[in-house]
């Protein structure tokens, strides 16, 4: 229900004669395309719906996404009363849930978590690139809390001198420099340089200043104001823990084995959440 890519066939090719239309790939047995106009309730309802099928066809994983609080972190920023009640009114979207599953008498494991934090910015913090580089010598990826930057050919050593000098409050790196870890360095998409603002902070093309959110997210992930949620409830669990701050990527091994499947290779590290479960404990 709306989870960041679960509209995405995934394997899947585009067809040369209608570019809309995917070939092969793999979806989840039920999703919906994301729209903001559906509101917390719908979204909750066809949950459950999903979970009144007979058991033949009635799914054992489900996830579901909320966008309000990043939206208003966005729009009001992280401080403001709007961006409270935003957090509420999730707060009481994920409550109907819990109580919907009791009428249905249905157990659940429930794991929260939100993919980033969210840290005031203003239009009176920016940097300007063309203040500090000249525009011929570069092609702009990405701005904000970080930019991304190709260099033009022929540019790449004259549009590194100028980036990589100290600035006032942001650092820049070639691809092969940026520090291990980001975890960002070594694919193929990476961008030849790099540069991450200091937090609060905004990189953008030239003054005056462009829209600049009152609230933004991609900042160093070591920063607290990047930190992210994670709740979980339910009979996996134990209950009354609290858990040492861990990585985002930890999360994908741990539901992997609530619903009883190899996870595939990669970063997360399924004994952070050990101590947590009721499950017997299983060696990395």
């Known amino acids: 229900m709306f989870w960041p890519g679960a509209n995405v066939a995934w394997g899947g090719a585009q ?9 092969g790939g793999t979806r989840p047995s ?30 054992a994983f489900l996830t579901l996404y909320f966008d309000a609080v990043d939206s208003a972190g966005h729009e009001f ?18 409550g109907r849930l819990v109580d919907e599953l009791a009428v249905l008498r249905q157990p659940a494991n429930l794991v929260i978590v939100s993919d980033h934090g969210m840290a005031a910015t203003s239009p009176e913090r920016v940097i300007a690139l063309d203040r500090i ?59 030849s340089l790099l540069c991450l603002a ?12 462009e829209h600049v959110p009152a609230g933004s997210h991609g900042y160093d992930n070591a920063a607290p104001e990047m ?14 823990l609290a858990l040492p701050a861990f990585d985002n990527v930890d999360v994908y091994p741990l539901l992997a084995r ?5 996870p595939r290779a990669g970063d997360g590290n399924p004994e952070t959440f050990a101590s947590a479960l009721r499950l017997p404990s299983t060696a990395r």
């Open 15 to 23: 067809t040369v004669e209608r570019a809309a239309r995917i070939s």
């Open 30 to 59: 039920d999703w919906h395309q994301f729209s903001m106009e559906v509101s917390a309730r719908q979204r909750v309802d066809a949950v459950i719906d999903w979970l009144r099928r007979p058991a033949a066809t009635r799914p």
């Open 77 to 94: 920023g992280p401080g403001d009363p709007r961006t409270a009640e935003a957090v509420a009114g999730t707060d009481e979207a994920i």
């Open 133 to 191: 580089a000249n525009p011929a010598d570069y092609r702009i990826v990405e701005k904000g809390p970080y930019a991304a930057l190709e260099p033009q050919p022929g540019r790449e050593d004259a549009l590194a001198e100028r980036l990589l000098r100290p600035h006032a409050h942001m650092q820049c790196w070639r691809r092969a420099d940026i520090p291990a870890r980001f975890h960002y360095g070594a694919n193929p998409r990476t961008p």
């Open 198 to 209: 200091e937090i609060g902070w905004s990189i953008i093309q030239d003054l005056p200043a």
């Open 227 to 240: 930190a992210a949620l994670f709740i979980a409830s339910g009979p996996a669990f134990r209950s009354g």
């Open 258 to 262: 609530l619903i009883g499947v190899t």
